[in-house]
């Protein structure tokens, strides 16, 4: 389903936020070019998860660089810079996740990408933005969860802070990138106007908590008081969160304790008549739960909860999800190839268009494996 067939983006990004927004143009049907140093290229190449290494790259390159080719210049080379430069006079989107100031030192600003290509949609993610006393902090995921006080709503109320263990804050920043880019394509088809896009992790990091920041903000400035049992949601009373079963665990999400506590056939429940106390009794309320829950097992408290439609879920590890019959459904397994046969399974692209999936075959690139053919594409010597 190409529907950015003919959209050209050049990826200058490395590790995960821009790589992952230029994939998701690539699963779109964009032709990615992947401009890496001859020396190493991403580092993201190196960086592993478990140790995995795959064809001589990180599982980690090859999760977020499929449907990419790779073209090998050294940006501090004039030779190399001028051929970069004969790419992006035909670009479509240009993608950076460099240090602020590092763009302008190689004289690959938007100012002077656009004096060679003024239909351009330069798109550069940065840590903090370019002002300010934190724009020269490294943009890590851990060090931005921690600067914006994601792991003071995860764990109990107390435990230390817990961070989220996924790249969450490159993720939104990801997915911020994409939704601009697509949108500066839109107005470009309409007015041939390119557009310079900055995203900074900060600000998608708090846009991602809106409904917490806005509860704070309108709150009185109270912090997020976290449950001392099985938190889930600082800001959300009880039954909500993950307990213990005879067998397994079983999650509760929000509804009625009243209703909770007939169908469970718990009569402490049944005290807290008053909504209101839900949230400023929920340690009290949870812990009932948790002495309750432990009498029956999971699949025992499913029959009764779900055909009531109270919301519940079992709660699975990675082995048992993908082992489960409603995964044959969602389908989100694939497998990509490298142009030398090297192949993994991966995710595919979440997005289903016109009621079909988007699946892709084609692998990460190997360093640089592109260089010589997009020079003579592009009459590039």
């Known amino acids: 389903m190409n529907m ?33 140093s001859p020396k190493g290229g991403d580092g ?49 989107v240009m993608i950076s996740n460099f240090r602020p100031g590092i763009m302008e030192k190689l004289g690959l600003d938007y100012e002077k990408v656009k004096a060679i290509n003024p239909k351009i949609v330069y798109a550069r993610i940065t840590g903090y933005g370019n002002e300010g006393c934190w724009r020269h902090k490294p943009g890590q995921d851990l060090l931005l969860q921690s600067l914006t006080g994601i792991p003071f709503l995860n764990g109990n109320g107390d435990q230390d802070p817990v961070p989220v263990g996924l790249a969450v804050v490159d993720m939104f920043t990801s997915a ?10 839109i107005r470009r088809s309409k007015t041939g106007e390119g557009a310079d896009i900055e995203i900074s992790m900060i600000e998608a990091a708090l846009d991602y908590q809106f409904e917490v920041v806005t509860t704070y903000l309108n709150d009185g400035g109270e912090l997020p008081n976290r449950s001392k049992v099985n938190n889930a949601h600082s800001y959300l009373g009880a039954p909500y969160g993950i307990y213990k079963t005879q067998d397994s665990y079983i999650a509760l999400s929000m509804g009625s304790i009243i209703q909770l506590g007939e169908l469970l056939e718990c009569e402490a429940l049944k005290e807290y008549q008053d909504p209101k106390t839900w949230y400023t009794c929920r340690d009290e309320i949870k812990g009932i739960l948790v002495n309750h829950m432990l009498k029956k097992t999971t699949r025992a408290w499913l029959d009764v909860l779900e055909p009531a439609d109270y919301w519940c879920s079992v709660v699975y590890n990675m082995d048992e999800l993908m082992k489960h019959e409603g995964m044959k459904y969602v389908d989100m397994v694939q497998t990509v190839t490298r142009k030398n046969g090297a192949s993994i399974k991966t995710t595919r ?33």
């Not at 998701?24 to 890496?36: H, M, N, P, S």
């Not at 993201?44 to 977020?64: A, E, P």
């Open 349 to 381: 692209c979440p997005m289903r268009i016109d009621g079909q999936k988007l699946f892709s075959s084609v692998g990460s690139p190997v360093l640089g494996e592109d260089t010589d053919a997009i020079n003579k594409e592009f009459d590039i010597i």
């Open 176 to 185: 911020n990138t994409v939704q601009a880019v697509l949108a500066a394509l």
């Open 4 to 36: 950015l067939d003919g959209i050209v983006v050049l990826d200058f990004s490395q590790y995960l936020s821009g790589p992952w927004a230029a994939m998701r143009l690539g699963d779109l049907g964009a032709r990615v070019i992947k401009i890496e």
């Open 44 to 92: 993201c190449r190196r960086l592993t998860l478990k140790n995995i290494v795959i064809d001589g790259d990180s599982s980690v390159f090859h999760s977020m660089n499929r449907n990419k080719e790779s073209y090998a210049a050294n940006l501090k080379d004039e030779e190399d810079i001028r051929r970069v430069k004969k790419l992006i006079e035909k670009a479509d």
